[in-house]
């Protein structure tokens, strides 16, 4: 089964900048799409961004043009780049390969911005 470890999560004031990491490890074979997604208190899981294997991105409408998905194949790692960070930005971010049942998830990297 894939394994996921998120990091890079933090408190940061709006306008600010992170970058969260996601180490993937196990059988990742056949994984074709790596997700980020997040979840605010009291709010439903929300696809944040994603990257095909083929290297197509796509992301929710409220991210476009701030946050940026990529990936180092050599560390197994998927990246989500967070720039101008709003204080409605403020969730637990998990990454996911599509497909992957919920019990396998990671337990996610806390974002908070500061208005």
């Known amino acids: 089964q894939v394994q996921v470890v998120e990091s890079g999560g933090g408190l940061v004031q709006a306008g600010g900048s992170l970058r969260l990491s996601c180490v993937v490890s196990?059988?990742?074979?056949?994984?074709?799409?790596m997700n980020w997604y997040r979840q605010a208190p009291g709010k439903s899981r929300e696809l944040v961004a994603g990257?095909?294997?083929?290297?197509?991105?796509n992301y929710a409408d409220s991210v476009k043009g701030r946050f940026t998905i990529s990936r180092d194949n050599a560390k197994s790692t998927v990246y989500l780049q967070m720039n101008s960070l709003k204080p409605e930005d403020t969730a637990v971010y998990y990454c996911?390969?599509?497909?992957?049942?919920?019990?396998?998830w990671g337990q996610g990297t806390q974002v908070t911005v500061s208005s």
């Open positions: 996911a390969p599509f497909g992957l049942p919920l019990q396998y």
């Open positions: 196990g059988n990742i074979f056949g994984i074709t799409v």
């Open positions: 990257m095909s294997i083929g290297g197509s991105t």
